[in-house]
Structures are given as structure tokens and as C-alpha cells.
């Protein structure tokens, strides 16, 4: 019997205070996902008076969430196997005491360097948290129904944060002031890592072997982070067709070409590329790269057409999406384990899939005299409804080739793809969009009619990503082997995705 059967054997006959202990173990690692999932979108709507109190720059202003997402998405993927080979546990909880104490130093910021600075310092904390969390969930819940339950309330927490955030900076910013949404993670990263302490079991990592790959990680972590930075930052502002663009993503690939090259001579890789061989782990962080970056549609030109175009204010925009979250959390959390096990992981891609790409498109016809009720809410539950299905699903699979000693790494890669996805949707539509814009004022249209085509360009182009992450899932449900098995466990995460 393997050792996944034995596992779920043994938590089967678990007392029943320590099963509690298992699930509210599950809660503080989804507090802790929360805040940094947090961190990413509270603070776009705390950037006008961020602004203004410290004197950036229109251009220099990016740096308050660029800071932030290069050291995040850069050492996701080193994070994640720092915790295979040492600790998840000590990884978690490392990342989780710098990444509060750097939000304190945020709060107390007087200068722009000095935020900026500390913004970098918690994105290198909470890449240190997000990473191993995944990882840790698989190995707490081995047995694929309670499996299914807990990545559901882990995707929710992932995905529908980000528009938490926005409510939160909202509240927070017009409440008291911009330096709150800092201050609000001490409380909440001091009880979460106390909890940590006492509820995470103490883990032991496989260690370095033969030695460190301190060759492989220098590669691969400056291929991620000089990859995010060309898309946010050259990519973003010169176009992609720019000189500057162009040589630091030749730069970028040159460096993941030489990690690839690195790990598959050392012989103690970072990276064993044998995790990438998986038809479900690489499909699945595919289509997750493909449909963030398409629902940045929504997150990123649906905020800017309900505060530029319908007047909204933060709070007022926070609320606006609000039901699109409980839409994600009901199914994610409710029945998402459900359907999974009904169905199966595959079958449930596509019609979430289709849902998202179907409220992007919904999106695509907003007016110039648009109302909320009419042409943002059901977009918006479209949307959410489509990411309740089909993200837990996509967790279950991206995590179902992994053994026990690289769920870690699994861990980090399904968040360097979502983190990936994200920068590239966002320069991309931000990119499109504004052009778009530009063209249609000098053709003489009126301010608002070239916002307005603005968003729905960048609201197909959504739909359009959204439609490829459908090919790829349409060609990994081809290549599955039948319905899951609703009765038994299987005797392997692997196996058990193929089924599904």
C-alpha cells in the first residue's frame, strides 16, 4: 500500500480534537494566504493619497506595487523548494515574521525610498509564506475528498482576495488614513504566526544532498524576477515592440535557458524538470497563467470603468465586486469538494472556464452611460461563478503530480504562474487598452467614448486568453482516462487526477 493511502488510513483515525486542530491548522494557512493575497490590491486604492502625502511622481508611483511584485514573483518558485529541502514550516513562518515586520515599516514610511524599500521586503516575505502553503495543504489532507475540500477554501482565499482588497483599502484609506492598510497586518501576522507555531506539525525537509544548487537558484531566480520586471516596467510604459523591452526579455529567457541547461547536469538540482513532465501540472499552470491574465478585465479595467466612467469612489468600487466574491466563496468552499468529486477535476475546466470568457465578453459591450446592476453585476457574477468552478479544480490538478518531497515546489510553481499571469495580463490590457484610447481622441472622439473603447478592447483581448486556457484544457481532458472514482481513495495524487 503507498504511502498516500497510508497517510489518509492514518488520518481517518485521528482523534477528533486533533482533526480540528488539522482544520483549523487550514485556517491560519489561509489567514496567512489572505494577507498577502491582500497586500496586492489593497494598496491600488490607497495610491492617490500615497501620492500626495509623499510626493511620488506619476511615473515613480508605480514603484509602491512594482517593489512589491518583482521580489514576489521572483522567489516563488525558490521559496517553494527551500521548503522541500528544509522546512515548510520554518519557510512559512520566516516569511510570514518578515513580512510583517516589513509591513510595519511601510506603515511608519516618511519617504519614498524608505516605502519602496520596504515594499520590496514584503514581497520577498510573502513569497516566502504563499509559496509552501499549497504544499502543506496536500500534505495535511492527503485523502482526495477532504483533499478537494481544503484547496477549495484555499482557491477562494486566492482568487476572490484580491477584490477583498479592494473593499479593505477602501474602508481603510477613507476610515483613518493610508498608512492603516499597513498597520492592519501586525495584529493579524502576529496571532497568525502564533497559531503557526503552535498548530503546523514540525516537518524535515529531503536537505541539499550533495550540495546546494547556488548556480540554480541565481538563474532561475533572475530569470523570474528580471521577467516581471520587463513586463511591469519596460513593457508596461515603452510597449513590447521597445528596444529596452525587447533586450531585457532576451535577457530573461537567456537566463531560464541556462537554468533548463543547469538542471539537467547538477547533480543535486533545485528544480528536478521531472515535476514538469506531468501533462496535469504543466496544462494546469497554463491555463491558470492564461486566465488570470484574461481576468485582469475585470480586476483592473473593471475598477477603472466604475471610478472613471460611473463615478465611483473606492469604497463604493469595493463594494461593487463584493458580490462576485461571495459567488467565489459559496462555491469554492461549499461545493467545490462536491463537484469534484461528482465530476472530476477535468470536467469541471471547461464550463468555468467558458463562464469567465463569457462575463469578459458580457463586459466588452459596456456604454458610455452604463449602470451597475445592467452592465457590470452580471459580468462580474459570471465571472466569479466561473472561478468558483474551475479553480479549486485547477489546484487539485496542478497539485496531483507531485510527490511528497517537491509539493513544495508544486506549491510555488502554481503561484509563480498565477503571479506570472497576472503582471502579463496587466501589461498587456493596460498596454492595448490605453493605445486604444489614445487612437480614438485623435480621431476626435470624446474623452469618455475613448475610455470607453479603451475597456472594451482590453475586455476582449481578456475574453480571447480566456478562450486559449479553453484549448489547452479541451486537449487535457482528451488526454484523461474517465470519471473519478466516488468511493475510494486512490493510491496516489496522481493517479487520482488522471481518473478525475
Known sequence: MSETVEAADQGSRR????????????????????????????????LPAIQDDLGFSQSSLAWVVNAYLIPFGGL????GRLGDLVSRRGVFIT???????????????QSQEVLVAARFLQGVGGAMTSAVILGMIVTMFPEPREQAKAIGMYAFVASAGGSVGLLAGGVLTQAMNWHWIFFINLPVGVVTGALALRLLDKDRGIGFGTGADIAGSALITGALMLGVYTIVEPAAKLGWGAGRTL??????????VAFVVREQTARNPLVPLRIFA???????????ALTVAGMFGMFFLGVLYLQQVLGYDALQTGLAFLPTT???GTLSVRYSERLIMRFGAKRLLLPGLALIAGGLALFARVPVDGTYLVDVLPSSLLIGTGV?????????????????EDAGLASGLVNTSAQVGAALGLAVLATLSAT???????????????????????????????VAAIAVAVSLRQAGHGPAPKTHVIDDQSAYAEAC
Open 15 to 46: 482523534a477528533p480534537g486533533n482533526e480540528r486542530s488539522r482544520w483549523t491548522a487550514l485556517v491560519v494557512l489561509c489567514v496567512g494566504m489572505l494577507m498577502i493575497v491582500l497586500d496586492m490590491t489593497v494598496v491600488n486604492v490607497a
Open 76 to 79: 516563488l518558485l525558490l521559496a
Open 95 to 109: 516569511g510570514l515574521v518578515l513580512f510583517t515586520a516589513a509591513s510595519v515599516l511601510c506603515g511608519v514610511a
Open 247 to 256: 533586450g531585457l526579455g532576451a535577457v530573461a529567457v537567456g537566463l531560464l
Open 278 to 288: 506531468s501533462r496535469n501540472v504543466s496544462s494546469a499552470n497554463t491555463i491558470q
Open 326 to 328: 461571495i459567488v467565489m
Open 388 to 404: 468558483g468552478v474551475c479553480f479549486p479544480a485547477l489546484m487539485t490538478l496542478a497539485m496531483s503530480g507531485a510527490t511528497p
Open 436 to 466: 486604444r484610447t489614445e487612437n480614438l481622441l485623435e480621431g476626435g472622439a470624446s474623452a469618455t467614448s475613448a475610455l470607453i473603447g479603451g475597456y472594451q478592447l482590453g475586455f476582449v483581448v481578456g475574453a480571447v486568453l480566456v
